[in-house]
């Protein structure tokens, strides 16, 4: 009974957590204007960039464009042109839009079709009026988020501007991510009841209320997960897995065990038993922010009254490869540079660890740093040159593999749980797992 009040609690504690519609909105709103009115400036002052100009057709979204369109607008419409201007006397930026629409309360039209039939003469117009040193698009050979600008427009705009003009075109690709990556104080207290929110629904798909050993599967906690995600009114941003470790069974393979759902390796459905080791790999999606979190569980048996302490200590052979990791983050230090360092300290001190963290936020596998991939443990081109910057979050994914001589095999210890960084250094958004979630029948 008294398990059942509490499970009753955690379901209902989540749910409470959770704003109607109408309130999403008008935060979503406040956090866009708390963006373009606080960080904006400061972005494009240090990228370099005066003017930055994004364009995009309706259901053909730049990913960047779409992280700033407000809460009523699902979608661009008919061609919708975005234009920043930084002042560099008073470091704000104004806003405008090249579009039939006001894009939101923020951004005002500045294109009256009557008067100016044509859309991409009423963007030379603006640009002739505040005269900007350089011109940021959104191209990017290596950063897809950044990529935003669609050949068919990139060829347009082209055609459309004097000579003059395109020639102060410059990839705006540190600022396409700098733009993505960066959290503001606001969003960071929505980030912690979003991470609260995706460990309440784990704890709750790691218990007697989803799992009967024997009868329920694998596959049925991971419907669960979904299905819950979508009666709280909320989206999962990947499909969710879940996965086991027994007792006399063979470690999974790498690419199965990680990757699974980019894997040509499949892992057969499994009924769920006492005594095995649960992992799942869960994230969800709350006004415009992603969660992206390992966790492991286990089945107590017959008899059980805890988990067992060998597991627990694998388990903190994972926490102490977090903080390698974590400990070694420093503004200007790159993905690989903090790859290496890492994997390094990590197997002086014994483990056999593979970290593939990765930036998370707007995306789930956002841009900014990319810290490894789970096949790519000398170094990851390109995003793994890109230096770490304050105020940015992290999905702080890794695995170690433990020797068990309780079970006479190893273990695969897989974690992942959303870490800030800013000014004062790491934090994760809402605690970390250090202990396995025991299952009690």
């Excluded at 006001?102 to 009026?129: C, F, M, R, Y």
Aim: proline fraction near 4%.
């Amino acid at each position: 009974m008294k398990t059942l009040v509490l499970l009753l609690l955690v379901a209902s504690s989540a749910m409470a957590q959770i704003l109607p519609e109408k309130d999403r909105a008008t935060l979503k709103n406040e956090l866009l204007i708390d963006r373009y009115e606080n960080l904006l400036p400061d972005l494009m002052q240090r990228t370099g960039i005066d003017m930055w100009v994004l364009i995009s057709r309706e259901y053909n979204e730049d990913p960047v464009l779409k992280t700033m369109l407000p809460a009523t607008w699902l979608n661009a419409r008919r061609r919708t042109i975005l234009v920043f201007f930084r002042d560099p006397v008073f470091n704000t930026v104004e806003r405008f839009a090249i579009s039939r629409y006001d894009v939101g309360e923020h951004i005002k039209s500045a294109w009256d079709k009557e008067t100016e039939p044509n859309q991409w003469k009423a963007l030379i117009a603006l640009i002739e009026t505040w005269k900007p040193k350089t011109i940021g698009i959104n191209i990017s050979e290596h950063f897809g988020i950044a990529d935003g600008l669609v050949h068919t427009d990139y060829q347009a705009l082209k055609k459309a501007l004097p000579q003059e003009m395109e020639d102060k075109l410059v990839s705006a690709e540190a600022l396409a991510i700098g733009w993505i990556e960066s959290r503001t104080p606001k969003e960071m207290k929505l980030y912690t009841t979003l991470v609260r929110i995706t460990h309440d629904i784990i704890d709750e798909a790691f218990s007697n209320a989803v799992i009967t050993p024997g009868v329920t599967t694998t596959e049925d906690v991971v419907w669960w997960m979904r299905q819950k995600v979508t009666d709280m009114g909320l989206e999962t941003w990947f499909h969710p897995t879940i996965d086991l470790q027994r007792f006399k069974e063979p470690l999974v393979s790498e690419e199965g065990g990680i990757e699974q759902e980019n894997s040509e390796i499949k892992i057969s459905e499994n009924i769920i038993r006492e005594g095995d080791l649960l992992h799942c790999d869960f994230g969800i999606t709350y006004i415009g922010l992603n969660t992206d979190c390992q966790q492991l569980g286990y089945v107590l048996k017959d008899g059980e009254m805890k988990v067992p302490t060998f597991l627990d200590q694998a388990l903190r052979k994972g926490n102490r490869l977090q903080d390698i990791l974590t400990t070694n983050f420093k503004t200007g230090r790159t993905g690989n540079e903090l790859l290496e360092i890492s994997l390094t300290e990590a197997k002086a001190e014994g483990l056999q660890p593979t970290i593939y963290t990765h930036p998370l936020g707007m995306y789930g596998h956002s841009a900014g740093t990319t810290i490894g991939m789970w096949d790519a443990q000398e170094g990851v081109p390109f995003t793994g040159d890109y230096p770490m910057h304050p105020n940015t979050v992290y999905a702080i994914e890794l695995n170690t593999i433990v020797a068990l001589k309780e079970w006479n095999q190893d273990i695969r210890i897989m974690l992942e749980e959303a870490g800030f960084y800013g000014e004062e250094g790491f934090r994760y958004v809402n605690g970390r797992q250090e202990s396995i979630k025991a299952i009690r029948f």
